[in-house]
């Protein structure tokens, strides 16, 4: 599958389109973020100044990939997510407390559950994808 061109619907709609757009990715990403900031995994491995940037870096990447604007390779080019992740320690805890915010935030959405299965499919096989080491987390 090529960037921007996500699963579709029925009848030529877009995932994204089908889902409530913008807004609801919008609010899933930010969910998720609030849950980082207090995750003693993730939260180090952000900067608290650059918070706003993750929410809006991500919420881009995932309504494009959903078959939205194609704002976010406009803006940062091709996603290349394992180049982009490669200076990050990702080690099966880090996965484990990514996908589980990321759960929690799709969940609370409001999606359908078929709607909510499928986003959270695609969540999972990236977030595997992304592991780029097996040391434990280190200790801050």
Not at 61 to 67: D, K, P, T
Request: hydrophobic share 35%; charged share 20%; net charge negative.
């Amino acid at each position: 599958m090529t960037v921007g061109t996500g699963p579709t619907q029925a009848e030529g709609q877009s995932f994204f389109e089908a889902v409530g757009g913008h807004p609801t990715f919008s609010g899933i990403v930010r969910s998720f973020y609030d849950g980082v900031a207090g995750d003693p995994v993730l939260g180090p491995m952000y900067p608290a100044e650059d918070m706003d940037g993750a929410v809006e870096r991500l919420t881009l990447f995932l309504e494009q990939y959903w078959g939205g604007p194609t704002t976010y390779s406009d803006r940062r080019g091709h996603p290349r997510l394992r180049m982009r992740h490669a200076a990050f320690h990702v080690n099966p805890e880090a996965r484990d407390h990514w996908l589980s915010l990321m759960r929690a935030a799709v969940e609370g959405s409001g999606l359908s559950p078929l709607h909510q299965a499928t986003l959270l499919d695609y969540l999972e096989r990236a977030a595997h994808s992304m592991i780029n080491t097996f040391e434990p987390t280190p200790k801050r």
